[in-house]
């Protein structure tokens, strides 16, 4: 299976900060038909994930443009362009190229 | 686009149990779809996934005791769960497609004699 391996596993920030995650990949993520299926999710306190991120750096319909996400094969970073309180939570990234579907261990965003 | 689970609740070790998810907002039978797990304070796990056409996957460690199923007229998913461990005490969240672009609140399954 392939394993993602998300680092920090625990973030702090202020309030407007910038901050990276990044997930390791043990094998490439880049499918035979040329996509590379890497998302990136949070999840709220209390609440279900949702999806910000899909296909390394497509933003989902509705997700501020303050996320981006990018990288390639195995090394992949999800970037919060200044933190806002509603960006509290733990954030995972999962790849869908390789069967089974696999996630990260995820990164708890924390305010300082 | 809504997903709504039911049917959890706490089970014995060895008994059965059946979920539902309740799809709205899209037309469900052009969707493959998934049922991911999370236990208590932990990360998500992936459990099986179900295509438009009714094809299956399960991840090992149900393979065998767990079957996804799919009524397209009833606009419904189900994961009907045998043999239960209490290592399968987790919530268990419903997902649209590969994408995971939609989830439903999750399900609870508690595992306990």
């Known amino acids: 299976d392939v394993v993602l391996t998300q680092t920090p596993p625990t973030l702090s920030a202020t309030i407007g900060q910038s901050v990276s995650i990044s997930c390791r990949s043990s094998q490439s993520l880049l499918d035979s038909d040329g996509d590379t299926y890497l998302n990136w999710l949070l999840q709220r306190p209390g609440q279900s994930p949702q999806l910000l991120i899909y296909s390394v750096s497509n933003l989902e319909s509705g997700v501020p443009n303050r996320f981006s996400g990018s990288g390639s094969e195995t090394d992949f970073t999800l970037k919060i362009s200044g933190v806002e309180a509603e960006d509290l939570g733990v954030y995972y990234c999962m790849q869908a190229t390789h069967a089974p579907l696999t996630f990260g261990g995820g990164t708890k965003l924390e305010l300082k | 686009v809504q997903l709504v689970e039911s049917g959890g609740g706490l089970v014995q070790p060895g008994k059965s149990l059946k979920l539902s998810c309740s799809a709205s907002g899209f037309t469900f039978s052009s969707y493959g779809m998934h049922w991911i797990r999370q236990a208590p304070g932990k990360g998500l796990d992936w459990v099986a996934y179900i295509s438009s056409s009714s094809g299956t996957v399960y991840a090992d460690a149900v393979k065998g005791r767990f079957t996804i199923s799919r009524d397209n007229a009833k606009n419904t998913l189900y994961l009907q769960l045998n043999s239960l461990k209490s290592e399968d005490t987790a919530i268990y969240y419903c997902?649209?497609?590969?994408?995971?672009?939609?989830w439903g609140q999750g399900a609870s399954v508690t595992v306990s004699s």
């Open positions: 997902a649209r497609s590969t994408l995971m672009d939609a």
